[in-house]
């Protein structure tokens, strides 16, 4: 495994006797009519995506088989925990791994659900990564991705969509829990303001590998989002749903990760997409640096990297940016900082000795005299600098840090160094040539708020459940032909007796009944009663008739 240990913590144990027969059931369920349905309505690639990741209709699929598969393309995939950070996900993209929840999504959300699931992330993200060009793409933008600045608005969003997706798949959950989460996900969402960097290029994601759709003429879904819903795998197509071809004007368009997307953006081709990530990538800041890139990290409030032309690189956040003239001539960070070069961190220049934060000039120097000890410098800018020289810092010949103590920094009539701080490290550069998200050398700067780690709480079952589990188990051993088919009438019986609302057990009754010979009394009881129950549940009826049409094709 070629992750670093910070991304290592997010990955869990894919625990198969976690999955109930109901969960295997479902998965059954889902994968049967997206196969149907993305037949002729998916990309070509995903088909074959699937044959090549190993994902079959039966049974919940094992990670560690779909990574052995991925590893044909240079990727693995690994089990994790619902939600993980954005910054994180990415991260792990940029290395070539996909993060898979382990989670299934319950039986009240099979048609859609926010929070992501093994169907999201394995049958949705996994097999078009078979598609050469479009996982050049999903590279690419991993690695862009990962450079952007995330601000803290764009935080407690993630956060707030993080909770209101988890309580909506706890099986506990009351309604009054799922309204404060929704309140709190509104309120925030209601606030944001400019739209981050992370922001932007998360949507291109989302209307890109999540919900995009490629052909113009004949468009197909490619998005793993449209790939994992059989809700929304239909809807997309339908003329209800606005097609826009796509371009760069995507960004403009928000989503809301709990509703079903009013429009979505269709490419002609992948290589389109490479080129639009490429022409957006040159207006982000660390590629521009400069006062673009400072202000935007002043804007974030979150912890990121400024570097110098000469390599050195400062991570923290960055509280204040004096100017004059347009020009950024003194950073002041927020602490805890780091120094770094070529993203390692300088020795002893961690957050122990920059605990309180850092302050440096950035500019040309004008003078610099030494006399008895006391050095003098003179920025163009008007700062200055009094202290006694006591290391310096080399790097290819040159200084890069010097440190000085009884050190005092001025500007006009600023304090912006006192030598009752302590000693005063003194970084030389003279432009910001780049500004991006997150540490310079994460592993030694450790954790930081968007790092933040949570588990899908373990799912708790009564009795009851445990008993409807029993039925569903016993149908599963009789289409896996493990037992006789024999009682197939007694568990029709208690199902109607004891669970009556219950219809994926009996849609798979009625499918075991069809290929029975000769055809059971009950089958067209069972067929009348699934038909009245998707005209009593609007929402899966329509996956309930054409799960009942899935079986009549498959056996008649």
Known sequence: MKLPPHLKKYIVSQESTNYTPIDHASWRFILRQLKSYLSQHAHESYKQGLEITGITIDEIPSIENISKKLQKFGWQAVPVSGFIPPSAF????????????????????????????????????????????FRSYLEEYA???????????????????????????????????????????????????????AALLARMGWWTTEYGLIGHDDPHIYGAGLLSSIGESQSALSPKTQKIPMSIDCIKYSYDITEPQPQLFVTPNFELLSQILQNFSEQMSYKKGGVFGLKKAQEAKTVNTVEFETG????????????????????????????????????????????????????????????????????????????????????????????????????????????????????????????????????????????????????????????????????????????????????????????????LLKLELYELGLQSHPAPKWLENISSDLKNKARENPQVGPFILEGLKIAKNLFI
């Open 90 to 133: 990415l991260e792990m993209q940029a290395h070539k791994i996909l993060p898979i929840a382990s989670d299934m999504r319950s039986l009240d959300h099979l048609t859609y659900t926010p929070a992501p699931d093994i169907v999201h992330e394995a049958a949705g993200h996994a097999p078009m990564l078979a598609n050469p060009q």
């Open 143 to 197: 690695l862009v991705a990962k450079k952007a600045i995330i601000s803290k608005k764009d935080l407690e969003l993630y956060t707030a969509i993080r909770d209101l997706s988890d309580i909506k798949e706890h099986p506990n959950a009351t309604a009054q829990e799922v309204q404060i989460c929704q309140k709190k996900l509104d309120t925030v969402a209601t606030n944001m303001g400019e739209p981050s960097e």
């Open 312 to 503: 050195l690189q400062i991570s923290g956040i960055l509280e204040h940016i004096e100017m004059k003239d347009q020009n950024a001539i003194y950073l002041k960070f927020q602490g805890p900082c780091q120094l770094a070069l070529g993203e390692k961190e300088i020795p002893n220049h961690g957050k122990l000795r920059h605990q309180e934060g850092f302050g440096c000039p950035v500019g040309k120097i004008k003078s610099k005299v030494t006399q008895e000890k006391i050095t003098l410098i003179e920025w163009v800018s008007g700062i200055n600098l009094q202290g006694e020289l006591i290391y310096s810092y080399q790097h290819r010949g040159a200084p890069l840090i010097q440190t000085f103590k009884n050190c005092k920094v001025i500007y006009q009539d600023q304090i912006l160094f006192d030598p009752s701080w302590g000693e005063y490290d003194l970084v030389l550069g003279t432009q910001v040539s780049s500004v991006y998200g997150g540490a310079a050398d994460f592993e030694t700067y450790g954790e930081f708020e968007d790092f933040s780690k949570k588990l899908v709480p373990k799912k708790e079952y009564t009795g009851k459940q445990k008993e409807l589990f029993q039925l569903y188990q016993e149908v599963r051993d009789i289409r896996q032909k493990r037992i006789s088919n024999s009682n197939l009438e007694n568990i029709l019986e208690k199902l109607n007796q004891k669970f009556p609302q219950d219809w």
